[in-house]
């Protein structure tokens, strides 16, 4: 064996740092094609930055995570890429997970498969080593994606409980109706704004970020993100106390308009900069790379191979089959989606078939409407039953062909308006017996300036009712991979009522017997038209 032979046996995969250039590109292309193959993903996550405050910080999650990497760029040349193909499984997994969103319409799942893409196309590329020292800079994009309004409703609970109690507990007598409340010199609610919910996730994002750079512990890391968590959210109940009780004694003068929002920030970047502050205590810098040793195994590191090393160290074969594969996988399911948006896509216009009911059409129901986005058609009736002195009130909301600016279940989606006269109190489910089965509902009472509305809900999807979004959302994406289409309905039966609830639930629940056989009937009609 020659010499040269030899050197081309022993060789090993180089590092990144002095891989040949097609090799590079080869990486390059395969980690930026999620961008090119999902553009419609990663352009609906700009239009959130954009149009919401609270996710305004998407725009530098991008930049931070490739600072993080370049200050740690010298791994390239100590750690050889080597490609990882188990990896393409998790690669298969979330273009899965993509197309489940993109069937069912949850834009969160389709953002964070797409942004999962990223690290997972990097470990399939570089392999676990190369990949797993930059975990934290590729996990950090992660949060570009807009997620948090499923906590914004919990929140605002929490914050009008931990409010009410403070204010309780100072001594000031409170009257509470739902999120709203009233004190002697005036009435405060508690609404989207005021759920902290922007503060949460900006703690979260800084706490990360922060916990990453200050702690090399695990165990730290863990604690500060945690803490990171808990604090806003006490922040937040004790911010709200606080301009509560500025308006309470200033006789409602100050802390009601701008300057509400003015206190709540610089209270939160007290609160963050003495949590930062304290955090810093247990401060642990990396260690110095720098004994004779490892400048020594650097120094091999960085001379130049032989030749023949040269040439067959980088893989460039397997790399590119990487790369194809990477690229190929995730292609496979925006084709599958463009094809069967085609084959679900129903160019019928919507003609609802109105149903036959007993009851005869009144008017005097109160100023009051559902405010879903606008559906394909929309039928809203008033009854009285014979005899009978209560209104009901029907409305029949019908969606075909759904995307993100016409669904039946979305987070914008609410009874009522923050600006309407009535508000949410109570929220249960229940089921009830008509045409021979049980149909699951959802019951809201809705509280009014003079009088309260029981409301019941029915979510009507492939033939069938469910009371879950979650639930909802699973079932259009099975019709849909089923080619059966996206036709919704939102069913809502709603009765006023003063004082006791059970005479509008017995109103509600005579005209519910008599006719959801009429109206389930009305809704396969229109499906099948």
């Known amino acids: ?3 040269s032979n030899a050197a081309l046996t022993a060789a090993a995969p180089v590092p990144l740092s002095r891989a040949g250039t097609p090799s590079l590109l080869l990486i390059v292309l395969a980690m930026l094609a999620p961008f090119a193959l999902y553009f419609g993903t990663a352009a609906s996550m700009v239009d959130i930055w954009n149009s919401s405050d609270t996710f305004a910080h998407g725009y530098i999650i991008l930049p931070i995570s490739l600072w993080l990497i370049w200050r740690r760029r010298e791994q390239f040349g100590r750690i050889p890429a080597r490609p990882y193909a188990p990896a393409l499984l998790l690669l298969v997994m979330l273009g899965a997970a993509w197309l489940a969103g993109r069937m069912g319409g949850v834009q969160v799942v389709m953002q964070y498969a797409f942004v999962a893409m990223f690290p997972v196309a990097a470990l399939s590329l570089l392999g676990p080593r190369l990949a797993g020292a930059f975990a934290f800079p590729l996990l950090f994009l992660l949060f570009a994606v807009p997620f948090g309004e499923v906590f914004v409703e919990p929140l605002i609970h929490l914050t009008a409980d931990f409010t009410v109690w403070a204010v309780q507990a100072t001594g000031i007598p409170v009257l509470r109706n739902g999120t709203r409340f009233d004190l002697p010199t005036g009435s405060w609610s508690v609404v989207e704004a005021c759920s902290g919910i922007r503060y949460l996730i900006s703690s979260i994002t800084l706490g990360s970020l922060y916990a990453y750079l200050t702690y090399t512990s695990t165990a730290r890391r863990a604690v ?7 604090v806003p959210i006490v922040a937040n109940g004790l911010r709200a106390y606080m ?3 500025i308006g309470h004694y200033s006789s409602m003068e100050y802390a009601t308009g701008v300057d509400h929002l003015v206190y709540g920030w610089l209270f939160f970047g007290l609160i963050m900069f003495i949590m930062f502050w304290i955090g810093s205590f247990w401060r642990q810098d990396e260690a110095a790379p720098a004994n004779t040793s490892a400048h020594a195994a650097r120094a091999r590191m960085q001379a130049p191979a032989p030749a023949m090393a040269r040439v067959a160290a980088p893989g460039i074969g397997r790399i590119a089959t990487m790369a ?6 995730a292609a496979v399911w925006p084709a599958f989606a463009v094809f069967n948006d085609h084959a679900n896509h129903n160019p019928k216009p919507v003609n609802l078939a109105v149903p036959s009911i007993g009851w005869e059409q009144s008017a005097g129901f109160p100023d009051w409407q559902v ?3 606008e559906p394909d058609m929309r039928l809203a009736r008033t009854f009285r039953a014979a005899g009978s002195e209560r209104p009901l009130r029907l ?10 600016q016409k669904g039946l279940i979305s987070s914008v989606n609410r009874l009522t308006g923050d600006k309407d006269p009535f508000h949410v109190v109570s929220n249960t489910v229940r089921t009830e017996q008509a045409g021979g089965r049980a149909v699951p509902l959802r019951e809201t009472v809705l509280l009014g300036p003079q009088q309260k509305l029981l409301v019941w809900q029915l979510t009507w999807i492939d033939g069938d009712y469910l009371t879950s979004n979650v ?4 079932r259009q994406a099975q019709a849909r991979l089923r080619f059966r289409g996206d036709d919704g309905a939102l069913v809502v039966l709603a009765a006023p009522y003063t004082d006791d609830p059970q005479a509008a639930r017995a109103t509600l629940q005579a005209f519910f017997t008599q006719h959801f056989g009429a109206l389930d009937a009305a809704l396969n009609t229109t499906r099948e038209r």
């Open 371 to 373: 405010r879903y986005m």
């Open 1 to 3: 064996m020659t010499p």
């Open 324 to 329: 194809c594969a990477v690229i190929a996988i």
């Open 224 to 230: 500060f993100i945690g803490l990171s968590i808990v």
């Open 395 to 404: 409305e029949v909301l019908y969606y075909r062909n759904q995307d993100k």
């Open 243 to 245: 301009i509560v009780m």
């Open 471 to 474: 639930a909802g959302k699973l």
